[in-house]
Each structure stands twice: as structure tokens, then as C-alpha cells.
């Protein structure tokens, strides 16, 4: 009985070491990983301590987006920062998504020089936000352009009727609640709906012609939904050159910019994990410890978000 006594506590003893080291493991190499994430982002702020031109990436679905804001705002407010060059690669998105960034970067404008740099599109909602930019300049088989506004919403009547289901509603007018994907619509919803849709039509026009310096013919007879190439766009004065990042910084460069200037990307830390307590290395840290996922937003990672769009949605293009 004594020796099963010290085998109990000799075994005991053992695994409290074990449990330990393996802790003591799991810190140092949750530390390494805080370490390296440090070093492979260390652009995002050592930029920051020299005179550099800033490179912010706008691409995906357009929708209001605070963090996006808020870095532009700091951009603006950054001594360091000499000149700006939007990076732009979308099919649009929500109009008011559009229109918030819109306006902060015609805010960043009056205080720094902006150009945007076209990708593979910037249809509707982000040629909405490229005109914001002082200069535009695009590949010659981007794709630009997609000037107009729609709602969408389905009609699930038939398969109600399918399925023996009815929609009973008391409502305090005809137009409350409407148009409803519960019932076809009748025409005073549909008048009202395309009042909404030309109202912002018209202001999403309106920009374009302000922006591009053209009449407002001129610019209505280009906001009929139609995209074009990046040469196509050139001809139509929809962007000023083609080209890259290259001549963005030659753009620059006429702005009293140096080119010699380093580009430096200015990253969504939160969303990247690019600072060291941002919540991608919040997860990295508590998965390596075992933690439950105390923050992570699994539609939001993923992008499934983007497929439900509420409110005016800018014509966009898969």
C-alpha cells in the first residue's frame, strides 16, 4: 500500500511538470507569434515615422465602413503622409456606404494630394468613390464606370401559394412596409420606389459631372448602367490616364510630391491582424491556448455578409 501511495504522488508530481511545460510552451509560442506578427507588419507603422506617399486599398463590397473611415481621417491628420493613392478594386456596393467614403476622401483631398489607382473595376459605387480622387488613372482593360442606382427585393408570393401560406397585414397606409417580398407590388409602390431611385440617380450624376467637369447632359448620356474599358473611359473623361501605380506617383510628382518617396500601404489593422493586440492576434493567441473565440465574427471573415445589402445598392458587377 505504500509503494501505491509514492507511485500516486510520484505521478501527480509528473503531471504538474508536464502541465507546465506544455503552458509554459503555448506562452513562448504565443509570444513568437506577437514577435512575428510585429516584424511582417512593421510597415504599417514604421511608415509613419518618415515623409511617404500612402497606399490605401479599397476593394470587395462597398459598404459603410467606419474603420475605413477613420484611417483616412488619420492619413489626413498625419504630418508624414505627403501625398494619397487610393487603390480601387470593386464592383460597388450600398450607396450610402459609397457616399461616406465619398466624402472623407474629398475631405483628405483638400489637405493632400489624391489620386486613385484603378484595378480590375471601378464599377458604380467605387467610380462613386474613385471620383473622388483629384486624378484617375486605370489599365486599359480595367473596368469602369456602371453610373446608377437600384433597389432590389424578391417576390416569394408564388412559392407561398406553393406551399398554402398566406400573409394577413393591417397596416396604418397603403405604402407602409412596401414594397414587401411577401406580395407582388401594385403601381403606386412601384412609383414610389422609382422616386427613391431617381432622386438618387440624380445626385450620383450630379457627382460625376462636378467631378469629371462635364455638363450634365454630358454626364447623364454615361450613366445609363453601361461599363467601360479603360481606354473606353479615357475617351469618355471618365479617368485621366492609363496606366498604374507608376503614373500615379508621376501624378503626384506634379503635385510638388516627391517620387522618390517610399509607398507605404496603410493596412486595416483590425482586420488583417497587422498590431499587435488587434483581434486576428486576440484569436491566434486564444486558439493557440485553447481559448474559445471570444471575437471572431465568422460571416464577417468570410465575406458572406457582402451578400445581403440593405437599402439604395449602386449597380454593381459580379
Not at 509503494?3 to 504565443?30: E, G, N, P, Q, S
Not at 465602413?65 to 501625398?83: A, F, H, Q
Given at each position: 500500500?505504500?509503494?501505491?501511495?509514492?507511485?500516486?504522488?510520484?505521478?501527480?508530481?509528473?503531471?504538474?511538470?508536464?502541465?507546465?511545460?506544455?503552458?509554459?510552451?503555448?506562452?513562448?509560442?504565443?509570444?513568437?507569434?506577437?514577435?512575428?506578427?510585429?516584424?511582417?507588419?512593421?510597415?504599417?507603422?514604421?511608415?509613419?515615422?518618415?515623409?511617404?506617399?500612402?497606399?490605401?486599398?479599397?476593394?470587395?463590397?462597398?459598404?459603410?465602413?467606419?474603420?475605413?473611415?477613420?484611417?483616412?481621417?488619420?492619413?489626413?491628420?498625419?504630418?508624414?503622409?505627403?501625398?494619397?493613392?487610393?487603390?480601387?478594386?470593386?464592383?460597388?456596393?450600398?450607396?450610402?456606404?459609397?457616399?461616406?467614403?465619398?466624402?472623407?476622401?474629398?475631405?483628405?483631398?483638400?489637405?493632400?494630394?489624391?489620386?486613385?489607382?484603378?484595378?480590375?473595376?471601378?464599377?458604380?459605387?467605387?467610380?462613386?468613390?474613385?471620383?473622388?480622387?483629384?486624378?484617375?488613372?486605370a489599365r486599359k482593360s480595367s473596368i469602369v464606370g456602371s453610373i446608377g442606382v437600384l433597389i432590389q427585393y424578391p417576390d416569394v408570393s408564388g412559392l407561398m401559394d406553393k406551399l398554402g401560406i398566406k400573409l394577413e397585414e393591417v397596416k396604418s397606409s397603403p405604402l407602409k412596409a412596401s414594397p414587401s417580398p411577401f406580395k407582388p407590388?401594385?403601381?403606386?409602390?412601384?412609383?414610389?420606389?422609382?422616386?427613391?431611385?431617381?432622386?438618387?440617380?440624380?445626385?450620383?450624376?450630379?457627382?460625376?459631372?462636378?467631378?469629371?467637369?462635364?455638363?450634365?447632359?454630358?454626364?447623364?448620356?454615361?450613366?445609363?448602367?453601361?461599363?467601360?474599358?479603360?481606354?473606353?473611359?479615357?475617351?469618355?473623361?471618365?479617368?485621366?490616364?492609363?496606366?498604374?501605380?507608376?503614373?500615379?506617383?508621376?501624378?503626384?510628382?506634379?503635385?510638388?510630391?516627391?517620387?522618390?518617396?517610399?509607398?507605404?500601404?496603410?493596412?486595416?489593422?483590425?482586420?488583417?491582424?497587422?498590431?499587435?493586440?488587434?483581434?486576428?492576434?486576440?484569436?491566434?493567441?486564444?486558439?493557440?491556448?485553447?481559448?474559445?473565440?471570444?471575437?471572431?465574427?465568422?460571416?464577417?471573415?468570410?465575406?458572406?455578409?457582402?451578400?445581403?445589402?440593405?437599402?439604395?445598392?449602386?449597380?454593381?458587377?459580379?
Amino acid at each position: 500500500m505504500a509503494m501505491r501511495a509514492d507511485d500516486l504522488i510520484d505521478r501527480r508530481r509528473l503531471r504538474r511538470k508536464v502541465t507546465f511545460w506544455r503552458v509554459a510552451a503555448l506562452v513562448v509560442a504565443a509570444i513568437a507569434l506577437i514577435a512575428l506578427s510585429t516584424w511582417v507588419y512593421r510597415d504599417d507603422f514604421s511608415g509613419s515615422a518618415v515623409d511617404h506617399i500612402a497606399k490605401v486599398r479599397i476593394e470587395g463590397t462597398i459598404t459603410e465602413d467606419e474603420e475605413l473611415i477613420k484611417r483616412l481621417e488619420t492619413i489626413r491628420e498625419s504630418p508624414r503622409v505627403k501625398g494619397v493613392i487610393l487603390s480601387i478594386d470593386s464592383p460597388g456596393g450600398t450607396t450610402v456606404g459609397g457616399e461616406s467614403i465619398f466624402e472623407e476622401v474629398r475631405k483628405l483631398a483638400g489637405d493632400k494630394p489624391v489620386v486613385a489607382e484603378v484595378g480590375t473595376l471601378a464599377a458604380s459605387a467605387g467610380y462613386m468613390i474613385a471620383s473622388a480622387a483629384d486624378h484617375i488613372v486605370a489599365r486599359k482593360s480595367s473596368i469602369v464606370g456602371s453610373i446608377g442606382v437600384l433597389i432590389q427585393y424578391p417576390d416569394v408570393s408564388g412559392l407561398m401559394d406553393k406551399l398554402g401560406i398566406k400573409l394577413e397585414e393591417v397596416k396604418s397606409s397603403p405604402l407602409k412596409a412596401s414594397p414587401s417580398p411577401f406580395k407582388p407590388t401594385n403601381e403606386d409602390e412601384r412609383a414610389m420606389v422609382r422616386k427613391l431611385i431617381l432622386d438618387s440617380y440624380d445626385w450620383f450624376v450630379g457627382i460625376v459631372a462636378d467631378r469629371r467637369k462635364m455638363t450634365h447632359e454630358q454626364a447623364l448620356a454615361l450613366a445609363d448602367g453601361s461599363i467601360f474599358t479603360g481606354r473606353q473611359a479615357l475617351a469618355n473623361h471618365l479617368i485621366d490616364a492609363v496606366g498604374g501605380e507608376t503614373e500615379a506617383i508621376g501624378w503626384l510628382a506634379t503635385k510638388g510630391v516627391d517620387p522618390k518617396l517610399k509607398v507605404v500601404e496603410w493596412k486595416d489593422t483590425e482586420r488583417h491582424g497587422g498590431f499587435l493586440f488587434s483581434k486576428t492576434m486576440a484569436k491566434t493567441i486564444a486558439g493557440a491556448l485553447g481559448l474559445p473565440d471570444a471575437g471572431g465574427d465568422v460571416i464577417h471573415e468570410i465575406g458572406a455578409d457582402r451578400l445581403f445589402l440593405d437599402g439604395l445598392v449602386s449597380v454593381w458587377h459580379p
